[in-house]
């Protein structure tokens, strides 16, 4: 399905409920907000699935905006959402009833939904729900600025390389409404707590390098976090952290579950495609960012990346 054909058949229906992914990013976050807004803006009745999961970064953009109990839609639509098993425990039900579109913009996307908007050339899926909201009228600054949030978050204020002369586009023209983009800047990329610099700190005292520094793995334990004085709210975006020393082309962050599992995030900024690598582990994601998860411990986790991303390498 084109931008054009979801913008039509969106605003055809009424009573939506937006989904949103597990752990979730400014990116989803963002999509959900603005579609829902502007959806209300048409006069329709539209809500956000609640429990999102939200740390205290996302929390704002969603005030007013979650379902209320028992709120019972007629459609059910997904944003940025790839896979099944990314689906939140409060939007689990909705997918036994069947999903009517989903919106997104990752490659190794399932289509779970009965109808799917995908351009995977994308960088963020922030910028699909924008052209989507374009052909409803202009957008509006309460619109733009979950949508800014949604397109800078994916590509790390415009520094990953998925970055695109469409996403600058998408960018400039939100904040040609009148936003405040400093302010947004500001709090998402330039502010850190105590206790995520003691993570950070943590993190290259125990990382492992390999290949002359090139790849970079850092397991985070169950009590790093105890040790750091930290909360989930200051691990956001950690996978990012390990691409920034210098020489690093692919880094990974294993981070320790209470089941005997580890949720695994792959970056990469030379050659090597993130989302084969963690194809061959059951995940999947974008050419320079990826995750899966891993049965066994931390030591076990690390030796199957590594062996993953070799194999990747080896086959070019």
């Known amino acids: 399905m084109t931008l054009e054909e979801a913008a039509v058949r969106l605003r055809s229906w009424d009573d939506i409920l937006i989904l949103t992914h597990r752990r979730p990013d400014g990116d989803t976050i963002g999509c959900a907000a603005a579609l829902c807004r502007a959806l209300r803006r048409l006069g329709k009745t539209a809500h956000i699935c609640p429990e999102t999961g939200a740390t205290h970064l996302f929390t704002p953009y969603l005030e007013g905006l979650l379902a209320p109990v028992d709120y019972q839609p007629q459609k059910v639509v997904s944003v940025d959402i790839a896979a099944v098993s990314l689906i939140t425990d409060a939007g689990r039900p909705w997918l036994e009833r069947g999903i009517d579109l989903a919106i997104d913009h990752h490659p190794s996307q399932e289509f779970f939904a009965a109808e799917t908007c995908l351009d995977a050339s994308r960088a963020a899926c922030g910028e699909l729900i924008y052209e989507i909201l374009c052909q409803w009228g202009?957008?509006?600054?309460?619109?733009?600025?979950?949508?800014?949030?949604?397109?800078?978050?994916?590509?790390?204020?415009?520094?990953?390389?998925?970055?695109?002369?469409?996403?600058?586009?998408?960018?400039?023209?939100?904040?040609?409404?009148?936003?405040?983009?400093?302010?947004?800047?500001?709090?998402?990329?330039?502010?850190?707590?105590?206790?995520?610099?003691?993570?950070?700190?943590?993190?290259?005292?125990?990382?492992?390098?390999?290949?002359?520094?090139?790849?970079?793995?850092?397991?985070?334990?169950?009590?790093?976090?105890?040790?750091?004085?930290?909360?989930?709210?200051?691990?956001?975006?950690?996978?990012?952290?390990?691409?920034?020393?210098?020489?690093?082309?692919?880094?990974?962050?294993?981070?320790?579950?209470?089941?005997?599992?580890?949720?695994?995030?792959?970056?990469?900024?030379?050659?090597?495609?993130?989302?084969?690598?963690?194809?061959?582990?059951?995940?999947?994601?974008?050419?320079?960012?990826?995750?899966?998860?891993?049965?066994?411990?931390?030591?076990?986790?690390?030796?199957?990346?590594l062996d993953a991303i070799r194999q990747v390498e080896a086959h070019g």
């Open 138 to 305: 202009p957008v509006t600054r309460e619109e733009a600025i979950p949508l800014y949030v949604a397109v800078s978050t994916d590509t790390g204020c415009f520094q990953y390389s998925n970055t695109t002369a469409s996403t600058h586009r998408v960018a400039a023209a939100l904040m040609e409404t009148g936003m405040d983009t400093f302010a947004l800047n500001k709090f998402h990329f330039r502010t850190k707590s105590w206790a995520r610099l003691q993570v950070e700190r943590l993190l290259v005292e125990r990382m492992h390098r390999y290949e002359n520094g090139k790849i970079a793995v850092a397991p985070v334990s169950l009590s790093l976090l105890d040790e750091a004085g930290a909360t989930e709210e200051d691990m956001e975006d950690i996978a990012a952290f390990l691409g920034q020393i210098e020489g690093v082309e692919t880094s990974v962050t294993i981070r320790e579950k209470q089941d005997n599992r580890c949720k695994l995030s792959v970056r990469t900024s030379g050659g090597l495609n993130a989302t084969r690598v963690c194809a061959l582990l059951g995940g999947g994601g974008h050419a320079a960012a990826a995750g899966c998860t891993v049965e066994g411990s931390l030591e076990e986790a690390e030796r199957a990346i």
